[in-house]
């Protein structure tokens, strides 16, 4: 249970970044730089709230270092993502097979890689810490 708590706060955490940069990036980088350009950009500043916001949540709810708990709470924080990504695009009325289709461009796959490390970074932020253990 402790798993899916801290997967849906540090969904919250990271949703909420993505929520406040979004619009910049659609707004004021993709009319001057492009999608790609603009996804690369805000990469790293997304990449920043992942660690930060999964090394909080593990301390702050004092989540056991152990890897089938860490993976769980990105497993938990990734599926929480998907079904945003979902429906915001549902809202907007692009169909499913159009919205995955977007993945196979440039700014997709820059999507997909931070979903991934979205998903990893509770484990990874565990691996990385002085003293882990290496197994």
Known sequence: MRAVAAGLIYFLLVFAVGWVLGPIRGLREVPHLGRTTASLLEAPL?????????RWVL??????????????IG????G??????????GGRAVCRSKHLASYLSAHG????????????MPTLVERLRPGASPV
């Open 46 to 54: 997304m990449l920043m709230a992942m660690i930060v916001s999964a």
């Open 80 to 89: 929480i993502l998907l079904g945003a990504e979902f429906t915001v695009d």
């Open 109 to 120: 796959l820059i999507s997909l890689l931070l979903f991934l490390l979205f998903a990893a």
């Open 59 to 72: 301390r702050r709810l004092d989540v056991p270092y152990v890897l089938n708990t860490t993976v769980a």
């Open 75 to 78: 497993l938990v924080a990734l």
